[in-house]
């Protein structure tokens, strides 16, 4: 099918978008936890509107949402609204001030070096899609200083560069449509008041992801294990086979804890346990921990091995009261979305329609479509291009967004083929 261009293309889009200051900010008294978000979330409801989404509006919370209605000749009540939503803010990591977004075009190969800062280098040996899928392509970075902010003006580019194109093409048919943009996702809070009831999508994707072609619908299952070691205190002075020293007592746990899962000793499929807090004195003490397996069976066995080393570590020190428990803090989107498996089936078949072959990959933490999918709106992840997210050497091909505005145009229409018949 050929299509009438957008009014605006992506890339244009995308760096108007990406010179707006939106770095949310850790813990944060407001929400958003910075108001300068509102200048990139009040400006997308003002375009919303003026590309005819005419219900676009900005909540008290600053989301930013709108319905294009379905234009099927049956109405479309015979296919679910599909949702598609982006992250508005930047990462605290990195400045989002003052971005200056350079184009290097027609990249051929070799490494990038930033203009503004040639210390900061962009290297094929740590990002090799560069040289096997993105030679030909024109590649945007920031010039060295500020972090881009692909993650994820990317993804709100490419969605608002859809609702463009389906705008400039009346002919495409579709089902209801939803357009998301939400604040905060950075600082673990961009679901916090999103209420998914009043969205009224019944799926949803969110345009977060990595590298042309990826779907991500996988996130670990999370516990949290938190060990209490209570010791006896006396006069250190007077001490001899009276004193338990809770520190000591820990660090007989600590030692204990296998070293071939850890965060920094693991990849991909593996999970961890990782220690990350820890409040106390000599008398009593309590450590975190996090425990994470995308399966079940591997999270109760990191369970038992902690419970193991609890039992272990109590017969070394008899008079310590040593205890542990955990908590549940968000499972594997995957149980859920794999019940429904045109969510992903009809995900993939548009990624093909682009001449790109889809594929999973893995989450290895929570997102925002995580606690969407728990909330009761499935949302798996998809491809939005860039790659080094959180850091200067941020980058994105302009061909890879434009597969995505593709990808989104090419899924409203096979929502429409596979659901009406
Ligand atoms: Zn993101």
């Known amino acids: 099918m050929s299509l009438n261009p957008p009014k605006e293309t992506v890339l244009d889009r995308f760096l108007r978008y990406v010179k707006i200051d939106t770095q949310s900010q850790e813990d944060s008294e407001s ?172 799926y949803a994707y969110t345009l977060d992801g990595g590298p042309l072609g990826e779907i991500e619908f996988e996130t670990f299952n999370a516990f949290l294990a938190v060990l209490k070691i209570e010791g006896i205190g006396v006069h250190p002075g007077y001490a001899k086979n009276k004193l338990v020293n809770a520190i000591r007592v820990l660090a007989d746990f600590i030692t204990r804890l296998p070293g071939d899962m850890t965060p920094e000793t693991t990849e991909g499929r593996q999970g961890y346990i990782h220690p990350y807090d820890l409040d106390g004195q000599a008398e009593h003490l309590t450590v975190k921990m996090l425990i994470r397996d995308f399966d079940m069976d591997g999270v109760k066995a990191k369970q038992q091995t902690l419970a193991g080393i609890v039992e272990n570590v109590q017969t070394l020190h008899p008079k310590a009261k040593i205890k542990i428990e955990f908590d549940e803090q968000y499972l594997n989107m995957r149980y859920l979305i794999e019940k429904e498996p045109l969510v992903l089936e009809n995900a993939k078949e548009a990624i093909r329609r682009t001449g790109t072959d889809p594929h999973f990959t893995l989450i290895r933490g929570g997102t925002d479509g995580a606690k969407l999918t728990y909330d009761g709106l499935l949302t798996p992840n998809l491809f939005a291009g860039g790659e080094a997210f959180h850091s200067k050497i941020e980058w994105v091909p302009v061909q890879v967004m434009e597969k995505a505005v593709e990808t989104i145009v090419n899924l409203v229409v096979v929502w429409a083929e596979n659901s009406s018949a």
């Open 31 to 202: 929400y958003p936890s910075t108001a300068k978000q509102l200048d990139l979330l009040r400006l997308l409801a003002e375009e919303l509107k003026d590309l005819g989404v005419d219900d676009a509006a900005i909540d008290e919370h600053g989301y930013v949402t709108g319905t294009i209605p379905a234009n099927l000749p049956d109405g479309g009540a015979a296919v679910p609204a599909i949702g598609f939503i982006a992250h508005a803010d930047t990462s605290p990591a990195v400045s989002g001030a003052g971005v200056k977004p350079v184009v290097h075009e027609n990249y051929q190969g070799g490494d990038i070096v930033l203009p503004g800062d040639p210390s900061q280098i962009i290297r094929t040996a740590e990002y090799p899609n560069l040289e096997k899928r993105y030679i030909g392509m024109d590649i945007v970075t920031s010039d060295g200083t500020t972090l881009l902010g692909a993650d994820d003006k990317a993804g709100v580019a490419e969605i608002m560069t859809a609702v463009d194109v389906l705008a400039q093409n009346p002919n495409v048919k579709h089902g209801t449509i939803k357009i998301g943009f939400t604040p905060d996702e950075e600082v673990g809070q961009g679901t916090k008041f999103f209420d998914v009831k009043k969205f009224g999508a019944k």
